[in-house]
Every structure is written in structure tokens, then in C-alpha cells.
């Protein structure tokens, strides 16, 4: 956990360690040691968010909501609401949905009446 959490502050190989990272934490212990580390390197995680690769920009958000980092609430909405890459967006959706999003309702009811609004195409 340790050699893959360096790699991903010193940028190496950042979306295998942090798609590893993702996988890693879903065990209690190893996402208790996760929380240790990643103390103070919030921000860095928070900057991928913003990452060209769009599964950098998924297992950053998936990281930051099962390690519940309050402060990754709106930027990940943020996010959100730009991502054109429809597979990431659900990824959001989930990392929101493990922090305290009460903030973000009347956003999201809006953003929810917009979906429901819009025509979808038959791609049959």
C-alpha cells in the first residue's frame, strides 16, 4: 500500500497505482492505513479531478468518497457537471453519494429534472 501510494504522489504509473489504490481500500484495513496516508495529500488527489485520462479522474473521485474526504464534495460535483465522458459521471454519483451531500440536494434535484427533461435516442 505504502509503494503504491509514493508512486502516486510522485506521479508514477498514476492510473494503475490509483485503479489499485481503489481496489485496495475496499478491505477495512487496508483503508484505514489509506486514510493515514492520504492526510495532508488531499489537494493532490482532489487535482486529479482535473487529469486528461478519464479513469484517473474516475478512481481519484471513487478513492476520495470511500475515504469520505468532506472537503472532495463540491469539486467532484463540479466535475460532474462538466464530464463529458458518460462512464466516469456514474462514478461521481457514487463518491458523492458516501459524503454528507445534503449541500448538493437542490443541485442535484435540478440537475435530476434536467435528465428528465431531455430526449433520449433510440440507438437500436
Given at each position: ?93 457514487s ?12 443541485q ?8 428528465l ?8
Amino acid at each position: 500500500m505504502k509503494k503504491i501510494f509514493t508512486e502516486i504522489l510522485d506521479g508514477i504509473s498514476l492510473k494503475e497505482n490509483l485503479i489499485q489504490l481503489k481496489t485496495l481500500i475496499k478491505e477495512e484495513e487496508k483503508k484505514a492505513e489509506c486514510k493515514t496516508l492520504l492526510e495532508g495529500n488531499e489537494a493532490l488527489f482532489l487535482s486529479f479531478l482535473n487529469h486528461e485520462d478519464a479513469k484517473v479522474r474516475r478512481a481519484s473521485a471513487k478513492v476520495l468518497g470511500e475515504m469520505q474526504v468532506q472537503d472532495a464534495l463540491q469539486p467532484i460535483f463540479d466535475v460532474y457537471m462538466k464530464e463529458e465522458t458518460l462512464f466516469v459521471k456514474k462514478d461521481y454519483l457514487s463518491a458523492i453519494a458516501q459524503l454528507e451531500y445534503k449541500s448538493l440536494l437542490p443541485q442535484l434535484k435540478e440537475r435530476y429534472d434536467v435528465l428528465l427533461a431531455e430526449q433520449v435516442e433510440d440507438t437500436k
